[in-house]
Nanobody, 127 residues
Framework: QVRLVESGGGLVQAGGSLRLSCAASGRTFSTYAMGWFRQAPGKEREIVATISWTGGRLYYADSVKGRFTISRDNAKNTVNLQMNSLKPEDTAVYYC????????????????????WGQGTQVTVSS
């Protein structure tokens, strides 16, 4: 079992930055692919970014490419999402998720692949 706890959300003006962090419990964190998803009111949950075990393979949704950066520190059991040049359309609840079944350089973009989820952290970008 893995417990995921997100932090770092908040209210920011358009053009600003936030850094989300996800702290994971469990000794096998380093063998899980990790992802950040988000869900805005009235919309489905969508992938934001994912990172493989080793950190060597990354994926970003087109809407955040060039603005967001995902990273992980397996020694500290954390995965981070640096969000720059934020836009009002980035407003959503952001969730951290862990996928047990990917290989060391594999990632998955579908929410259904992920086995563990955090409780979410609200990000609000004002115009």
């Amino acid at each position: 079992q893995v417990r995921l706890v997100e932090s770092g959300g908040g209210l920011v003006q358009a053009g600003g930055s936030l850094r989300l962090s996800c702290a994971a419990s469990g000794r096998t964190f380093s063998t899980y692919a990790m992802g950040w998803f988000r869900q805005a009111p009235g919309k489905e949950r969508e992938i934001v970014a994912t990172i493989s075990w080793t950190g060597g393979r990354l994926y970003y949704a087109d809407s955040v490419k060039g603005r967001f950066t995902i990273s992980r520190d397996n020694a500290k059991n954390t995965v981070n999402l640096q969000m720059n040049s934020l836009k009002p359309e980035d407003t959503a609840v952001y969730y951290c998720a862990a996928d047990r079944f990917q290989g060391p350089q594999s990632i998955a973009t579908a929410a259904s692949n992920y086995d563990y989820w955090g409780q979410g952290t609200q990000v609000t970008v004002s115009s």
